[in-house]
């Protein structure tokens, strides 16, 4: 990379769809995402995440949000990522749309993971933030495969991912809240994607790629 690269071209990438515009998390958009988080994501009694990081009192899932987003944003090295995009609409945060990988240059596979405060659920919104990160990883970044998964019941999650043409890829024990749970998962690949009629208009994708998808940022020297 060019020593005149810009050291963090996350901060230019917009993704935008016919309702709602995608950017990487910035500190202010943390902050709405928490109080977003805090109205509440899904009934007490369910747990729709393998890692029951709502469980956290109103207190705690702040300071714990926004250490978990930073984490992540220093952790993007060598072509291992989390991308968290805040998702909003009309300009106000509505929810996230993850985009992760794991050395992505040489295994072209992505995953996703999101979630919507729910008074914005159930409008299909998820299914146009999961495609448009879908449509940024296969045409931009070049990924060939692409994966989900959903707790048992979670069947908003699972009809996002059969909407877009996923198929079931087997599943998974796993333990939350102490009890044992069933992960299903989905796996997509870039044919089988089942694309939106609508475009996806981006800015700084262009920069992101070699960025994100190439290997090239180096580990963190002391
Ligand atoms: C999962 C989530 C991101 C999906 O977003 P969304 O905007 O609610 O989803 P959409 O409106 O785009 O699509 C939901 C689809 O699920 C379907 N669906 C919802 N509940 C369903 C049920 N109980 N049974 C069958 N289908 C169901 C809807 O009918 C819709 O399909 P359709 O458009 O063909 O009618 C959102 O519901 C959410 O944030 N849930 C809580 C957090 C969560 O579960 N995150 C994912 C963890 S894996």
Known sequence: MP???????????????????????DDDGL?????????????????????????????????NTVRHHWERRASIVGGSFVVNF???????VIGE?????????????VSTGSWLGRACQGQ???????AAVLMFAFDHLGAET?????????????AVSRKLGYRP?????????????????????AQDFVRPKWTLYTEG???????LASGQIPPVKP
């Open 3 to 25: 020593m005149t690269a810009d050291p963090w071209p996350l901060r230019h990438l917009v993704l935008r769809t016919p309702r709602l515009e995608l950017r990487p998390d």
């Open 31 to 63: 902050f709405e995402l928490i109080e977003v988080a805090r109205a509440g994501i899904h009934p007490p009694e369910e747990m729709p995440f393998a890692f029951p990081w709502t469980d956290a009192g109103p207190e705690a899932l702040g300071p």
């Open 86 to 92: 805040l998702v909003r609409l009309d300009g106000k």
């Open 97 to 109: 749309q993850g985009l992760v990988a794991e050395d992505f240059p040489i295994t072209r596979e």
């Open 124 to 130: 299909g919104f998820g299914t146009e933030m999961r």
């Open 146 to 158: 692409a994966r989900s998964s959903a707790l048992d019941g979670n069947e908003a999650s699972a």
């Open 169 to 189: 890829d087997g599943t998974r024990l796993l333990v939350v809240r102490g009890r044992r749970r069933v992960e299903r998962r989905f796996l997509l690949t």
């Open 205 to 211: 994708a262009d920069a992101c790629v070699p960025f």
